[in-house]
């Protein structure tokens, strides 16, 4: 947004662009970057690959990578003391693989609900 505001005069001398227009154009800019963004701020504060070993870590989750709802990689739930996936339900995609394994104690999948 500084950018339009700073290139105000230029843009107008140079091409004759009225304020409405800029307005409009900076509205696209400042959208366009927006999303450019977020893409990079999800990659950046999720996570490549996870392993959740202990119902603690599974709890966890919202806390430790708040706003992540993609794993690039993989997921592997494997732990003997997991009960419940609750703390993933904020998860919307895992890239490669989701893997369960070894969970006696886990009955149902609801915390994962929301993945696509």
Known sequence: MQLCVLNLDYFVFQFGI???????????I????????????????CLRNK???????????????PGCDVVEGDLVISGDDI?????????????????????PLLINLSGLNNII
């Open 83 to 103: 009960v419940n996936l609750n703390g993933l339900i904020g998860l919307k995609r895992v890239l490669n693989y989701l893997r369960i394994i070894n969970n």
């Open 51 to 65: 392993i959740e070993s202990r119902q603690s870590e599974v709890d966890s989750f919202p806390i430790n990578y």
């Open 18 to 28: 009225n304020c409405k227009m800029i307005y409009y154009l900076c509205n696209i």
């Open 30 to 45: 400042t959208t366009k970057l927006k999303k450019l963004f977020r893409l990079f701020y999800f990659y950046d504060d």
